[in-house]
């Protein structure tokens, strides 16, 4: 059975002692950032990752092991991997997220309107069609309908392991008002889903497979 799972957790969550359960890699990236709201995300997003795979693998969150070389240069900055499973990690704004499958997962999170310039943005990752069907909407439906779509397409992206650098205007998904499909894309059979959370943020799911999975949600809880 093709199933998923799909956790969220507040950014509040984030722990200082969750740092313990880094590795060298982890800590260093963690070090790099900033900004407190940036450190939290990165923290709570490993922190998931490290806390549900231990339990079901019965090991300590520090001893799980977790494999982010990119395909491209081999440094530790790629979709993060496990042994037996599929994992994709997302966070923006006040949600962190993971989706654990059985098949390959891309999930994503954005808060809505957290970009200043959605036109210019839309023109460098939206289809042609999809930009037509843009200029339906204005303010901040605009911006709400252009994360659904962004999230969409990401989410897809996401899943293969490219990532955006492979370019969000070559994958075509359904409008904002419609239910969540692919439309058009080169990289085989794909299942595309909505995800709610809150008034402020949108998220999808996208799952490399022929088959529809079955997704359950649920809270992190530390």
């Keep these: 059975m093709n199933e998923v799972e799909v956790w969220w957790a507040g950014i509040g969550q984030a722990r ?24 939290a995300r990165f923290l709570l997003g ?5 806390r549900l795979l231990g339990a079901r693998m019965s090991l300590p ?14 440094k530790p900055h790629g979709k993060v991997q496990a042994e037996g499973v599929e994992l994709s990690v997302s966070h923006s704004g006040d949600w962190v997220g993971l989706a654990i ?27 042609p069609e999809e930009l037509q069907e843009l200029k339906r909407y204005d ?14 397409k990401e989410a897809l992206l ?5 990532g955006i650098g492979a370019g ?37 799911l996208a799952v490399l497979s022929a088959e529809p999975p079955v997704v359950r949600v649920d809270q992190f809880r530390v």
């Design 46 to 50: 490993v922190t998931m990752v490290r």
């Design 168 to 204: 969000l205007s070559t994958v075509v998904v359904s409008p904002p008002d419609q239910p969540a499909a692919v439309v058009r894309w080169n990289s085989g059979p794909a299942q595309l889903s909505d995800l709610e959370i809150d008034t402020n943020h949108l998220a999808a």
């Design 139 to 152: 303010g901040i439906e605009k911006a709400r309908a252009f994360t659904r779509y962004w999230t969409r």
């Design 61 to 74: 969150p520090a001893n799980v092991v977790l494999d982010r070389a990119c395909r491209d240069c081999g």
């Design 101 to 127: 499958g059985t098949a390959p997962v891309g999930l994503d999170v954005e808060q809505i309107g957290s970009l200043v310039d959605v036109d210019g943005v839309a023109g460098m990752s939206l289809a």
């Design 16 to 39: 200082p002692e969750f740092v313990a359960d880094l590795n060298a890699v982890e800590q260093e990236r963690y070090a790099r950032y900033l900004r407190d709201a940036d450190k």
């Design 158 to 162: 996401k899943a293969t392991g490219d």
